[in-house]
Nanobody, 126 residues
Framework: QVQLVESGGGLVQAGGSLSVSCAASGRTFSTYAMGWFRQAPGKEREFVAAIGRSGSNTYYADSVKGRFTISRDNAKNTVYLQMNSLKPEDTAVYYC???????????????????WGQGTQVTVSS
């Protein structure tokens, strides 16, 4: 089992940047594919970005492609989401998720993931 703790959310003006992190417990972090999702009030949780076990495979939602970057440091058991050129519509609670896998693939569906963090609020003001 793995526990995930997000940090780094906050308030930023439109056009600004913010980085959120997700620290995982345990010694098998490199066996998990990781993902970032977000949920705005009144909306379903949606996919943002995903990364494979080694970090070589990444995938982004169209809405964030070119603005957000997902990365991971397996030595630090941490996955990151760098968010640039933020827009008010990026406002949401951001969640990281982990999926135990033997493959190098990434995963984009909510129900593919085994573990979730508690979320961190990101608010972008206009």
């Amino acid at each position: 089992q793995v526990q995930l703790v997000e940090s780094g959310g906050g308030l930023v003006q439109a056009g600004g940047s913010l980085s959120v992190s997700c620290a995982a417990s345990g010694r098998t972090f490199s066996t998990y594919a990781m993902g970032w999702f977000r949920q705005a009030p009144g909306k379903e949780r949606e996919f943002v970005a995903a990364i494979g076990r080694s970090g070589s495979n990444t995938y982004y939602a169209d809405s964030v492609k070119g603005r957000f970057t997902i990365s991971r440091d397996n030595a630090k058991n941490t996955v990151y989401l760098q968010m640039n050129s933020l827009k008010p519509e990026d406002t949401a609670v951001y969640y990281c998720a982990a999926k135990s896998t033997a493959y190098s693939a990434y995963y984009v569906k909510v129900n593919s993931y085994d573990y979730w963090g508690q979320g961190t609020q990101v608010t972008v003001s206009s």
